[in-house]
């Protein structure tokens, strides 16, 4: 604020002074008592210094607000661009803009990192449970029913038999869940594999059929650029599901020698506009492997979601 306010007074100044130089070595006079003939000239040397002070001062202060715009579009989700200050009359204020937000983004994408980390270590923990635990009791409480149903009387079989069948139907929800939570196939053998059987599941649930476009070239990622890529494509499919009323959904998955690509589109109603909890999470996740996130949904024209993940990574990033 000292800068800009010595700055102000250096134009203001070199302004005031212009005029007054103009006036004393000009042939134009004032009379004590101005004259009509004096007025014109009074006016537009007025208005000459008015509009020089006016147009110096708002070049000068252009650049606050390009820094009001930017902290107006900054959105905690995404990356907000930088400004440039090279050269401006304004650098170190733009220079420290630009400075804080690399520490709230890098300080976001901690948290983000911790909280998300800690989400797939509890998923993990549910799901190691759902199949140890409740998984086993009913796997047991199935095997005897099926012992029990030789052995009772004929007229209670068929209730035996409809316990059996609720128990299985249990064990094999039980089962679904803890892959949803925690699919194995993503660790062991990769995110081809996993996208492949996540679509193939979402179709056998809900009757949508899903094209894949999957680069048979990928190869093996970075564990949690895989974990961001499925979990990106499993909320895609879940808003599908839900919301979209869509009957075909197109999946392409591919890599190029700088990024990966993920592009998930629907045939459905559109119209997405507002950000709920599912697409918070995927704008999260995608700030953790910094990548970009881009959502188009024109009302009735379906929904894609996209996102690119570079291939190379900051040494930074979490």
Wanted: charged share 25%; aromatic share 2%; hydrophobic share 45%.
């Amino acid at each position: 604020m000292t800068a800009l306010f010595w700055r102000v007074c250096l134009l203001n100044g070199v302004i005031f002074t212009v005029g007054t130089l103009v006036l004393a070595l000009s042939p134009a006079t004032v009379s004590a008592r101005v004259r009509a003939t004096e007025l014109p000239v009074l006016v537009i040397g007025l208005a000459v210094i008015l509009t020089a002070n006016a147009i110096a001062l708002r070049t000068s202060l252009a650049p606050l607000d390009e820094v009001v715009a930017s902290m107006r579009r900054v959105d905690p989700p995404m990356r907000a661009a930088r400004l440039d200050g090279r050269g401006g009359d304004f650098h170190h204020l733009i220079d420290t803009f630009n400075a804080m937000l690399d520490r709230l983004e890098s300080e976001r994408s901690v948290a983000g990192a911790t909280a998300l980390a800690a989400q797939e270590g509890e998923r993990q923990r549910i799901a190691r449970e759902l199949h140890d635990e409740i998984g086993q009791s009913l796997t047991v409480a199935l095997l005897r029913l099926k012992r029990v149903s030789d052995r009772v009387p004929a007229e209670l079989r068929p209730e035996v038999s409809v316990a059996t069948e609720t128990v299985r139907g249990c064990l094999d929800e039980v089962r679904e869940i803890a892959w949803r939570l925690r699919p194995d196939v993503l660790e062991d053998l990769g995110l081809t594999s996993a996208i492949n059987a996540l679509c193939h599941e979402f179709t056998r649930a809900s009757g949508v059929s899903v094209m894949r476009e999957i680069d048979p070239a990928l190869t093996r990622l970075d564990p949690s650029i895989e974990l961001v890529c499925y979990r990106v494509a499993q909320e895609c499919l879940t808003n599908v599901l839900r919301h979209s009323g869509a009957r075909e959904v197109r999946l392409e998955l591919r890599q190029d020698a700088e990024r990966i690509v993920l592009r998930v589109v629907d045939d459905g109603q559109g119209g997405v506009e507002v950000t709920g909890a599912g697409i918070r999470g995927m704008r999260e996740r995608a700030m953790l492997v910094n990548a970009a996130l881009t959502i188009t949904s024109p009302p009735e024209h379906g929904t894609t979601v996209e996102l690119m993940v570079p291939t190379r990574q900051p040494t930074e990033a979490p």
